[in-house]
Nanobody, 122 residues
Framework: QVQLVESGGGLVQAGGSLRLSCAAS????????MGWFRQAPGKEREYVAA????????YYAESVKGRFTISRDNAKNTVYLQMNSLNPEDTAVYYC???????????????WGQGTQVTVSS
């Protein structure tokens, strides 16, 4: 049982940066694998990145590799997504998710935040 709340989204120009945060409730945060997904209007929810329980292993979609960094601070019950070199194709609602295994499939994750809007202008 965990509740997730994303923050940090906003409007940024192409080439800029944003840092998203996902704050989790409860006392079992460190038990969960965490992921970030995004969804643009009319499109399926898309995998972005994932991180294992202790933060020592990270995974990225090819489209964001080298530009985005996922991290977590279990003492703060928070996972982050640092986004650099943003382009208009990154525009979407970004969601954090908690689950038991790392996966590129959204349906594998058990808990979801409500999302935060990221808009990148050209």
């Amino acid at each position: 049982q965990v509740q997730l709340v994303e923050s940090g989204g906003g409007l940024v120009q192409a080439g800029g940066s944003l840092r998203l945060s996902c704050a989790a409730s409860g006392r079992t945060f460190s038990r969960y694998v965490m992921g970030w997904f995004r969804q643009a209007p009319g499109k399926e929810r898309e995998y972005v990145a994932a991180i294992n329980r202790n933060g020592g292993t990270t995974y990225y979609a090819e489209s964001v590799k080298g530009r985005f960094t996922i991290s977590r601070d279990n003492a703060k019950n928070t996972v982050y997504l640092q986004m650099n070199s943003l382009n208009p194709e990154d525009t979407a609602v970004y969601y954090c998710a908690a689950g038991w295994v790392v996966s590129t499939l959204a349906k594998v994750y058990d808990y979801w935040g409500q999302g935060t809007q990221v808009t990148v202008s050209s």
